[in-house]
């Protein structure tokens, strides 16, 4: 799907401001009615290209005096690239309507439990204003994962917002007097969260941390639990295991290593395929496999019918052997 359609909101960057030394915030004017919800995300469109990726909208609704996305530098990455190192104050960039179902306004309750790590904190960061804000009677415990002191972001914000907000920030490496030193196992998350189970849990941050911390709430009996992925799935190759894809533009098929995601295969080899969100959610990498075994991750946007008849979304697709396309 083209990206001038699914990105319709002109921006214009205000400022740019550093958080962290390879996290830095923009802060965009809309002068249209833009509404989305806090925790939310949108797809943003890269420079000229066709090309989109998501983005959390890290400002708070009814809070915020603009609209914020809060971007981490990834090495070689061309959407963090360009919004850190190319957008100046002045710039026009495009977004998508706001998406994703990662909201407190969403899943309301009287007692949360937000758990990041690294950049995961931008949508709990924006649903931590709107609750302190509008419901400011909820009870609200943040445990924050960060690879060193300098890493916290919004660290003044989060601090001023104490002792309404219970926070715990844990340092990998050279955790302060203030903090927690190490990593968080299931162990130290009993110990944070005696009330764990009375909880609404949401969870983001990179696939591995959000994949163990619902494995351990749900041990310790959390019931709601909801997850946002933020960073993109790691791709890298976990074996030496090669799969052959095929389809009819590439009959002979062409090599690509377990691990992969089904887009990330596709586009190696340079098969039509239409990729915003990367995050199962757009639904424009839908993709029929004919023959093959997989595993998926998000079905959000196919019918049962389409599923039937082997329609995937190819971020969110894992191949398990060779794959065959229609």
Known sequence: MNSTILCPWRMQVHHVQQETPDVWTLALINHDFYRWQAGQFALVKIGNSDEMRAYTLSSTPGQSAFITLTVRQIEQGKGSGWLTRDVRPGNDIWLSDPQGEFSCQRHPASHYLFLAAGCGITPIMSMCRWLHAQRPACSVQLVYSVRSPQDVIFARELSAMQPW?????????????????????????????PDIHQRTVMICGPEAYMASVQQDAQALGAEKIFTEQFTPVNEVAKEETQFTLRSPMRLQGGTFPSGWSLLTAMEHHKLPVAAACRSGVCGCCKTRVTEGRYQTRSQQTLSDTEIAQGYVLACSCYPESDIALA
């Open 165 to 193: 907000l219970t926070l715990t920030i844990i340092a990998e490496n050279g955790a302060t007097q203030a903090m927690l030193d190490g990593r968080l196992d299931r162990a130290r998350l009993a110990a944070l969260v």
